[in-house]
């Protein structure tokens, strides 16, 4: 695919593009690192192929990003809040984004009878997704029809998951602007598709 295997040429390239940036703005770099004003919050899976800024075709500063296995919102997950709290409390960002993918490893693997070690702890979370939802699913015979409906019905659940945090609770309590999607991401085309928003419940 590429040709890059090695962190000396990762160090190369990122020179390349630094100095790339400067020839069109001197001043770039200089002025976003006295602020980040990102309206957004994106939290997606860590696959390789759904990097966040790329695809919303945003620059550095413009969108504030949590990644792990299959977008699971977790309600202990002190990393995932941390960042929720930063983004709302903090930055003030205006969206959340819940953005999950067709093709998903972590939801295709959560289907799967197989043992996967310590990450199968994890994946309960998606096997929890599947029992909320196991009459709509159970009658799906298309193992891939399957796997796309759970990827969507994942993001589903995890948007709910993020609008019952105490954190976008008491943001709609105290009548902030906050607005919570659930996208899903087509590896096939790129493009997003939303599946649902929660404004504010108040
Ligand atoms: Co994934």
């Known amino acids: 695919m590429n040709d890059v295997t090695d962190i000396s040429s990762l160090l190369e390239r990122n ?25 957004f919050l994106w939290i997606g899976c860590a696959d390789s192929r759904v990097p966040a800024n790329q ?21 202990s997950d002190l990393n995932c809040l941390s960042v929720i709290q930063y983004a709302v409390e903090v930055l003030k960002v205006k969206h959340i984004i819940v953005c999950g993918h067709y093709g998903c490893g972590g939801v295709a693997a959560s289907l799967e009878d197989q043992p996967h070690g310590l990450i ?3 994946l309960q979370h998606i096997r929890d997704v599947y029992r909320l939802n196991a009459d709509e699913l159970s009658k799906i015979e298309d193992k891939q029809a ?57």
């Open 120 to 122: 199968d702890n994890w």
């Open 15 to 39: 020179k390349k593009w630094a100095d790339g940036i400067r020839e069109i703005d001197p001043d770039y770099f200089e002025n976003l690192s006295h602020q980040q004003t990102p309206e």
């Open 146 to 202: 399957l796997l796309d409906r759970l990827c969507e019905l994942n993001v589903v659940e995890q948007t709910h998951n993020v609008c019952n945090t105490t954190i976008v609770r008491d943001a709609w309590a105290r009548g902030e602007e906050l607005c919570v999607h659930g996208i899903v991401y087509s590896l096939q085309n790129g493009v997003l598709k939303e599946l649902l928003a929660e404004r504010r419940s108040d």
């Open 55 to 75: 695809i919303i075709d945003l620059p550095p500063g413009e969108v504030f990003v949590h990644r792990n296995i299959a977008n699971v919102v977790v309600h």
